[in-house]
């Protein structure tokens, strides 16, 4: 499933590699687009538990999200 993540406290591309790595990082889940800028990102996910993972992760180095 692909989910739509507001993600506070990135400010440049490098904010953006961590988070993808960070992402990648969670069996079942894989960035598939983040916008510094927007403050977005769009992952896939396989069900709601792995949402959650990677919404840990996210928030593990350092961001908040929304």
């Known amino acids: 499933m692909e989910s739509?993540?507001?993600?506070?406290?990135?400010?440049c591309a490098s904010c953006?590699?961590?988070l993808t790595?960070?992402?990648d990082e969670v069996?079942?889940?894989k960035m598939l687009k983040i916008d510094h800028k927007s403050?977005?990102?769009?992952?896939?996910?396989?069900?709601?538990?792995?949402?959650?993972?990677v919404k840990k992760?996210?928030?593990a180095e350092g961001y908040k999200t929304a």
């Open 4 to 11: 739509k993540i507001r993600i506070s406290g990135m400010h």
């Open 16 to 18: 953006e590699k961590i």
């Open 21 to 23: 790595m960070a992402v």
């Open 27 to 29: 069996e079942g889940a």
């Open 39 to 53: 403050g977005e990102a769009k992952v896939e996910a396989k069900d709601a538990e792995t949402l959650a993972k």
């Open 57 to 59: 992760a996210i928030e």
